[in-house]
């Protein structure tokens, strides 16, 4: 087998005449490696490896151990063709090109003066296809002499052709995956960037929004205390309606920003064990306002008040106050809203709060936990809210290890079940 020198095919001299056409990180080791072991089979044989540039239609160097420097210099981004040589003709056609004696070939018309100089007389090529039928390029056997290739050498261009065909295909797919590994971290990065800038701008908002709000709050209590004159019932009126709107905004603006701040991933969670009748307790309290306004009658007696839940305690009764919310709103006057606990599985409790409201129908069930989402009825067209309260109440479930799921009837009534941890045994509790 042919020695190669430093001036025949020295590193640097492949990859300068590797050229940039070509795809990025092209696996040169493992095609070099290749065309060596095929050289060690036939001592007498140079192997070539040529890559082809399919939207110039040129070849490119991928290994070339025992080539003179000069030649794979000189051929290196030749077009492929009709009457291209060997390799630029089997890239060509798809097809296997064999050329017995270079002197006298017309393929080799235009090539001749490059390959003859160097004692190159035969070139036998194989085009390297995938199972697309794509030509990936070529793989070329050359000898010094005259000749046709003997069933043994046909058997290793086609076995070398197979070889290169894997290594292109596994170098195409890695620099694919590379690709798209990097779009990905992109994408990611963007996304991180602009949930920071939407988070900023959020919080901003809020301070801006929140001053002006509690100030006009502030003003509203004052006046109905009497200051700086007692109202008439008229102004005291208007002022009870002020407050309202103020609190209802500044509902609205927690609620973006507590969204904001779970798609940011940057909720934090305090879980300790709390016993289940004293957060209903509060939860009652604070909704019996609601509950009065419209005569909807409050039933807690499936609850097994005993229970110990395992969560952030805040978050449990944010979770179980938006739930008796949504219950009223959605509930005509007169109607009942229930709460029942059960153990679906050791180690956890479903806390369920029912409606005998207006009902969902499947569609409006399967967009409930949507972020944005809305439901327009008269019930509550007086009062619209973000369509984040269910949303926010979900991610805050997950975020303890639990779930809120729905089921629900149009006409009859809807019921969430809240999913948490628990342990059993009420003397546990912190």
């Known amino acids: 087998m042919h020695t190669p020198s430093a001036e025949q095919s020295p590193a640097a001299d492949r990859r300068t005449a590797r050229g940039d056409r070509r795809e990025p990180r092209a696996p040169y080791a493992a095609l070099e490696s290749l065309a060596r072991l095929i050289e060690y089979q036939l001592p007498t044989m140079r192997a070539s490896i040529l890559l082809l540039d399919a939207e110039h239609g040129t070849l490119h160097h991928g290994a070339a151990p025992t080539l003179p420097a000069e030649y794979f210099r000189a051929i290196d981004g030749a077009h492929i063709g009709p009457v291209a040589g060997s390799c630029g003709t089997a890239a060509w056609r798809g097809e296997q090109v064999i050329v017995a004696d270079i002197t006298t070939d017309p393929l080799w018309a235009d090539y001749r003066a490059l390959a003859l100089p160097h004692g190159l007389r035969a070139c036998w090529s194989t085009p390297i296809i995938d199972d697309g039928q794509q030509v990936l390029g070529t793989f070329a056997m050359y000898y010094d002499e005259p000749r046709v290739p003997s ?92 407050q309202k709107a103020q609190k209802h905004l500044l509902s609205l603006i927690e609620s973006v920003l507590t969204h904001a701040k779970l798609e940011a991933g940057k909720m934090t969670y305090r879980m300790e064990n709390a016993r289940l009748g004293e957060l209903l307790d509060v939860v009652e309290s604070l909704s019996r306002p609601q509950l009065a306004e419209k005569g909807i009658a409050y039933d807690c007696g499936g609850c097994d008040t005993k229970v110990v839940v395992r969560g952030d305690r805040q978050k449990v009764v944010q979770i179980l106050l938006n739930l008796m919310s949504n219950a009223i709103k959605f509930t005509p006057a007169g109607g009942r809203v229930a709460v029942r606990t059960s153990i679906p599985a050791p180690g956890r409790v479903t806390i369920g709060v029912r409606d005998t409201g207006i009902g969902m129908s499947a569609e409006q069930v399967a967009t409930v936990f949507e972020p944005f989402v809305q439901f327009d009825n008269k019930l509550t067209r007086p009062e619209r809210g973000t369509g984040l309260g269910m949303p926010i109440s979900r991610e805050l479930a997950r975020g303890m290890g639990g779930d809120l799921n729905v089921e629900s009837e149009p006409g009859v009534g809807t019921e969430f079940l809240l999913t948490l941890s628990t342990d059993l045994v009420a003397e546990r509790a912190d």
């Open 151 to 242: 069933e043994h050498e046909q058997g290793l261009m086609r076995t070398a052709a197979m070889l290169g065909c894997n290594i292109l295909v596994r170098a195409r797919a890695e620099e694919s995956l590379r690709e798209s590994e990097a779009k990905m971290r992109a994408a990611r990065a963007e996304a991180e960037h602009a949930n920071q800038v939407k988070s900023d701008f959020l919080a901003m908002m809020s301070h801006e929004l929140r001053t002006p709000l509690n100030a006009i709050g502030g003003y509203a209590t004052l006046m109905l205390d009497g200051i700086p004159n007692p109202p008439t019932d008229a102004q005291r009126n208007y002022l009870a309606r002020i």
